[in-house]
């Protein structure tokens, strides 16, 4: 499924970034991994497939997901998402006690799109489900990691989506803060990422990213076509991207 969703990506985008900055280094935590991220689009279901496939192959992932949404999109049940009722306090009982069963095993990871429901990546505050706070009680040795999700337009067809890992919390460094705290220091955590983010984005300097996945360019259809014959009678290379992006001369990590 994940072989399905990098093609899908690559038709319908035009690259998933993620900022020289924004790439994880919490795979080799000896725990389970919880992500939790902001919840933009349509878009971060393909994107956190992706991440997870890509950066993290090794861990088993799992997600919630709305009860009333997997029922129409049940593929996502064969890639680890698992149904929560988000209007009930039924529902948020079903989704701690599936965490902890989940985060019983130190391989696996949760990604939880920890909004809840769609918002803007610029809205403040974000509203994060008070449940993401409790998941260091449910798992002390767990490692919390910030994850920002955007999407924009620049110079191609395709819009670009955006992702960025912050620096985690370990579970047990939230248990020592008062309940109350918890959820604000995530919140914080996230926020900032997200405000980090954006500001790359805004800056459209493509050598600030590194490309996870390159999507196809240009425009195509009898434009590109004329495009490449003209490049073929001038005997040059045909590049269908509308922009030549500077080679970072960095290799992926």
Not at 13 to 39: E, F, K, T
Not at 87 to 107: C, K, V, W
Not at 177 to 188: I, Q
Not at 201 to 230: M, N, Q, T
Request: aromatic content about 10%; charged content about 25%; proline content about 9%.
């Amino acid at each position: 499924m994940a072989a399905y969703f990098e093609r899908f990506t690559r038709r319908h985008l035009n690259a998933v970034r993620l900022p020289r900055w924004g790439w994880p280094d919490c795979a080799g935590h000896p725990g389970p991994i919880v992500v939790y991220c902001n919840h933009p689009a349509w878009w971060d279901a393909a994107v956190v497939i992706l991440l997870a496939a890509k950066l993290f192959p090794e861990r088993e992932g799992r997600a919630p997901f709305d009860a009333r949404m997997l029922a129409r999109y049940r593929i996502f049940q064969r890639m680890g998402a698992f149904g929560v009722d988000l209007d009930s306090p039924r529902g948020a009982a079903q989704f701690l006690r599936n965490a902890r069963a989940i985060l019983a095993d130190p391989r696996r990871m949760l990604w939880i799109t920890a909004q809840g429901r769609f918002v803007d990546a610029r809205a403040r505050p974000l509203g994060l489900r008070p449940g993401v706070a409790r998941l260091a009680e449910l798992a002390p040795d767990a490692l919390l990691v910030p994850l920002a999700l955007d999407y924009a337009f620049w110079e191609e067809r395709g819009a670009e989506a955006f992702a960025a890992f912050g620096p985690p919390v370990t579970a047990a460094e939230l248990l020592a803060m008062p309940r109350s705290e918890r959820l604000a220091r995530l919140e914080r955590d996230l926020a900032a990422v997200l405000d980090r983010l954006g500001a790359d984005i805004v800056s459209r300097e493509p050598e600030r990213f590194r490309p996870l996945l390159a999507g196809r360019k240009g425009v195509g259809g009898i434009y590109d076509l004329w495009r490449r014959l003209a490049a073929l009678a001038a005997g040059r290379r045909f590049d269908p991207a509308h922009t030549i992006e500077r080679p970072t001369g960095e290799p992926l990590p």
